[in-house]
Each structure stands twice: as structure tokens, then as C-alpha cells.
């Protein structure tokens, strides 16, 4: 059982400009049992903080850390039946990769044979065993990465701790670590608990994710529920690539009546949206649900908008199409069979079952 | 061929050429420059201890010949004789070795304990005790030389002992803030590693800061060593013994009312040249990387 708790914990930095710094704010979570949780934000969002007081490597200024049902706040971090896998590696420099895997094992007095037993495993795992005489200087990014977890494996902690592991891989090592990560989570079955600052490593690696920002937690969700249903402007603005457009605009009736066009609002949504009547809200849509009409079999007779594109990107597969609503510019995403052109004049659906509105002072959903 | 105007390619291949040509006269002129300054000043250094070597092989009267002789014409070994058979220099030269030894291992020991403590442990008042002592060093070893003494003859009772000699010159403040820096470029993740790989704080320090400080603790080595064995004064004031003298304050005692004994000093100087430029080649390795310290990333 290796069930991560945050019970109300806040971690305050004093700062020698700012004074103190909130860097987590009331933190309430629970990582479940052998799940993969991916923390998500921004950089300073309090993201790494909160993963290195799980670790032990900074103490809450209040609030409570619980680890598999024991308190462990005042629990060293070689106590807590965790490992961690740095962001830079933190490979021991001037020991040779058997070394740096057996070090923590030493340290807790394992009898030889074990260490040796384990090391072989881990190695075996990650395909390392021709690197084990080298130095880390020796080794590429990928490799180093591939000890740095090893070091974590060979503990068999209950729970891991990844800080940013992949950041400092070039982007086709990045996809290919990913899909090895998300692997050897199946093949150990331990708790997982990543930071990141990448959404897409989080939407793909995690079975829940935080987002944070500004040391607040923003939503708690599974990949697919953070898209869909996102909490606040925040959230949706973070979460996909590229992010949710926002579009001022005022509801009347079923009404939504932007800078330059009218849009109709399903029915089934128009309940929720009762308060708002009369209101200024910002309309949140993807870019993939503004669709090309020319890819559309049937001829909608609503929500159809006629803007000039600004600029057409070629992505291969796709296009990525921007043009603009009053002053707020708006990125659609299509099939590359649309064969849109910059500056022409195109008729785009925009599918509003899908659409979102949010309050623009609280920046929450409606 | 002719060529009719500027824009015509030819003409461009040709200034370019030309250009060319002149850019690389201009840099081998300016090469000849520089390494012409750098003869002179290797001459400049290199003559000194050339003729410290010589005069040590010279008799009196041809130390003192008018046109001096560059390179002795009668050598001998007599100063060597001398400063060995009546000055005690086997004796200066062990407790030289005593003390510069001594001092330069508990130096480096004690400056890259505060080095890490000030550069990677987080406590109340590091900055705050940090400034006070780097302070301390505008303070000229002058001012503070008469209390020391006091303390340390009047009141330790050290005088003319190796622990009076050595005391003192423990720890400067100079080596912990080399080894402050120094130990700032060194990952602090390294440091949480050792932490969750179960490894005590003194283990953090011993057996992966220390192991990676190596380059540091020698050029730290090496500054401390030279320090101490060329140190003069406080050992002239805290010794009174001839069997106490370091080799410094020994070569002193050829110099006579009315008379100097050069060739003897001479002598002595070489000899305490020696193991300055075998520690130097010895750690060259570490000084020269030392040097470039924070450099080079990675």
C-alpha cells in the first residue's frame, strides 16, 4: 500500500526581495495506490516543491504528508520508501554506473549478494548491463537517464518520484523515454508521481493530472476530463496543443453574440447558462472544433463564420489556421485535405457542442 | 584580362583575394608581436632564478665579479657544504616540511568543511556570518600581528614549538572562500540524491562532495603549501631556537653584521625552490583545471 496524502500543506520561502513566498497553497490530494499522477504548470507553480516535500528534501511549513497511512513529516528521506530520478541526472560523477546504482543500497548496509542480485535486475530491465563499468561522463542523455532511473529501481521504494526526467532530451528521445516510462509503471506496479512542465508528457504519461499554478492546485483529473471539462480558463488554456481560443462575447436568449458574428447555442447547454443572460462571458472553443466547410458532408445553416485567415501553417498531417474575432486571435485546426490558403476567405463551422463558456472575472466555468 | 568595373565577379574574386592576404599578414604581425613580448617576460622571470642556480655554485669572490660571470667558471659545491654542516639546514628543511604539511592539510580539511557548510547547507545567519568573516580579511595581518603574538606566546605559552608555528595559520579565511566558490558550481542535486540514497550528512560531504572537490582541494593545496613555506615573519617571531627555524628564517642567519654569506643564501634558496616546483608539477594536472574552475559547464 503506497497511497500519497496531502492534508492542508503549505510551503512558505522567505525571500530576500519579496519577503515570504507561498510557493504551495492548502494542498489537498491523494495519490492513489500504484497509480501514475503527473503534476502540470508552469514554471514556479509549485509543482517541484510539493514533489520534493513528499521526498523529504524540504519540510512543510504546515499541514500534514502522509505516506502509504504513515505521517511522515518529520520522516528522513531515506525513511520513506521513496526514490527519485532528478531532473539533471544527479548521477555521482566520479563513481562508475555499478557504483552509482549500489550506492544507496550500500548505504542501507544490503548484504553483497543482494546489491549485485538487484543491480543485475534493474540492469536487465533497462537494457544498461554493457554500461555498468563506464563513468556517467562516458554516457549520452538517454543513457544517463536510463542509470538515473536505474538507481530508483534497484531501491524498490513503494513510490517514485520523477522531477522533470526528461526535459533535457533532445524531442525524439523525449517520445521514446515516454513511451519506456509509462512501460516500466505497468512492469512495477508502484506509485509514480511526476512533475512536469510539458502537457503533452503529462497527457500521455498520466492517469490523473494536477495542474498547478501560482502554488494552487487548479483541477485534479484524468487526461480526458481535463480536456473535456476543464475547471477554469487556466486549465483549458494549459492543457492541449495549441490551447483552447477564448473569445469575448455577450449571451442573449440562445444567442451568442461575438465582435463580428452571432453564434447559436445548443439547446441542452442553454439551462446552464441561465445566470448569465444578458452577461458578458468568454467563450472557450478548441481549435479542432472549428472545422472547414469544404471537409463537412452536410451543409450546417448555423454557426457558420466567413473570416480571412491571417496565416496558414503546413504541419503535415494538419493545418494550423489563425484569423481573428474582434481583437482576440483564434487558431483552428484542420486535416491538411482541407487545402486552406493564407489570406483567402473560407466558410468555417464552428461546432458548439463542444463549446465552453467562463465567467471573465472568476475565470471559471459556467 | 580587363576588368571593367567593380560589380564584374572577377573584379570581387580579386578584392577578396586581396583582402584576404591582408587579414592573414595583419594576424601573423600581430602573433610575432606577442610572442616577442611573451620571451621577454619568460627572460624577464627566468633570469632571477637562473641566477640564484649559478651564484649557488659560485665561490665568494666570483658571486661579487665586476663583469658578473652568468655561468660560474671555477663551480663548487661549498655554499651546498656549508649551509648544511653550519647552518642546520636538514633541520629548517624538516620542520619547513613539518609545518607547511600540517598546515596545508588541516587548511583544506577546515576550508572545504565551512566551504560546503556556506555554499550548500541552509542555517540561520549564513549569509550574515559569512559577510563578518570575509570582512575580517580587510583587516592588514599587521594590525592583528601583536595580539597574536600576545596570545599566543604570553598567554598559550607556544613559543618556539611546532604547535606556535602551526596554530595560528589553521584556517584563513581566504581558503574558505575559495572553497565557498568553488563548491558553488557543484550540483546541489547531487546532494538531495545523497540524502534519499540513505547517506548521512558527514557521508554527503566525504563521499561525494569531497571526491568531486578534488580539482578545488588542490589548487587550495597547492596556494596553502607555497603560503606556508615561504612564510617568514611569524615564524622569526616565534622562534628563538636555531633547532626550531623554518628554512626561511634560517637563510636569514648568513647575513652577518658587515658581511653576506650569498652564496650560502643562494644555496638555500634553491634548496627551499625544490619542493615548491615538485609540489607544482606534481598537482599541475589539478592546478591547471583549478584554474579554469566554473569555466567550462559539465
Known sequence: MAEVKFVNVIKEFEDEKKGKVRAVNNANFVVKDKEFLVFVGPSGCGKTTSLRMIAGLERQSSGDIFIGNRLVNKVHPKDRDIAMVFQDYALYPHMTIKENLAFGLKNLKTPKAEIEAKIKEAAAILSIENLL?????????????????????????????????????????????????????????????????????????????????????????????????????????????????????????????????????????????????????????????????????????????????????????????????????????????????????????????????????????? | MELKSVTDPQYQILLDEKKDFRRKTYKKIGLTIIYIFLVLWAVFTFVPLLWMLSSSFKDSSAITAVPPELLPKKPTLDAYKRIFEVGGMARWFLNSTIVASISTIINVFFASLAGYAFSKLKFPGRNTIFWVLLSSMMIPGQVTLI????????????????????????????????????????????????????????????????????????????????????????????????????????????????????????????????????????????????????????
Request: proline residues 5%; charged residues 20%.
Open chain 2, 147 to 298: 595580539p597574536l603574538y600576545i596570545l599566543v606566546v604570553n598567554t598559550l605559552q607556544l613559543e618556539n614549538t611546532y604547535f606556535g608555528l602551526i596554530v595560528p595559520g589553521m584556517v584563513s579565511v581566504g581558503s574558505i572562500f575559495l572553497m565557498k566558490q568553488f563548491m558553488s558550481s557543484l550540483p546541489s542535486s547531487l546532494i538531495d540524491a545523497g540524502r534519499i540514497d540513505a547517506c548521512s550528512e558527514f557521508g554527503i560531504f566525504r563521499k561525494i562532495i569531497l571526491p568531486m572537490a578534488k580539482p578545488g582541494l588542490a589548487v587550495l593545496g597547492i596556494f596553502t603549501f607555497v603560503g606556508h613555506w615561504n612564510n617568514f615573519f611569524w615564524p622569526f617571531l616565534i622562534t628563538n631556537t636555531n633547532s626550531m627555524r623554518t628554512l626561511q628564517v634560517g637563510l636569514t642567519s648568513f647575513r652577518f653584521e658587515n658581511l653576506q654569506d650569498y652564496g650560502a643564501m643562494m644555496a638555500g634558496a634553491v634548496c627551499s625552490a625544490v619542493p615548491m616546483i615538485i609540489v607544482f608539477l606534481a598537482l599541475q594536472k589539478y592546478f591547471l583545471r583549478g584554474i579554469t574552475i566554473g569555466a567550462v559547464k559539465g
Open chain 1, 133 to 366: 563499468d563506464r563513468k556517467p561522463r562516458e554516457l549520452s542523455g538517454g543513457q544517463k537517464q536510463r542509470i538515473a532511473v536505474g538507481r530508483a529501481i534497484v531501491r524498490n521504494p513503494s513510490v517514485f518520484l520523477f522531477d522533470e526526467p526528461l526535459s533535457n532530451l533532445d524531442a525524439k528521445l523525449r517520445v521514446q523515454m515516454r513511451v519506456e516510462l509509462s512501460e516500466l509503471h505497468k512492469r512495477l506496479g508502484a506509485t509514480v508521481i511526476y512533475v512536469t512542465h510539458d502537457q503533452v508528457e503529462a497527457m500521455t504519461l498520466g492517469q490523473r493530472i494536477v495542474v498547478m499554478n501560482g502554488g494552487e492546485i487548479q483541477q485534479i483529473a484524468s487526461p480526458e476530463e481535463l480536456y473535456e471539462n476543464p475547471n477554469n480558463m487556466f486549465v483549458a488554456g494549459f492543457i492541449g496543443s495549441p490551447p483552447m481560443n477564448f473569445i469575448k462575447a455577450r449571451l442573449d436568449g440562445n444567442q451568442l453574440m461575438t465582435a463580428d458574428y452571432t453564434l447559436t447555442v445548443p439547446v441542452g447547454l442553454l439551462d446552464k447558462y441561465k445566470a448569465y443572460q444578458k452577461e458578458e462571458v468568454v467563450l472557450g472553443i478548441r481549435p479542432e472544433d472549428i472545422i472547414s466547410l469544404n471537409l463537412l458532408n452536410h451543409q450546417p445553416n448555423h454557426n457558420v463564420i466567413e473570416p480571412t485567415l491571417k496565416v496558414v501553417e503546413h504541419l503535415g498531417a494538419e493545418l494550423l489556421f489563425y484569423f481573428n474575432i474582434g481583437e482576440d486571435q483564434v487558431t483552428g485546426r484542420v486535416g491538411a485535405d482541407a487545402k486552406l490558403k493564407s489570406l483567402s476567405k473560407v466558410k468555417l463551422y464552428i461546432n458548439m457542442e463542444k463549446m465552453h463558456l467562463f465567467d471573465p472575472n472568476t475565470q471559471e466555468r459556467i
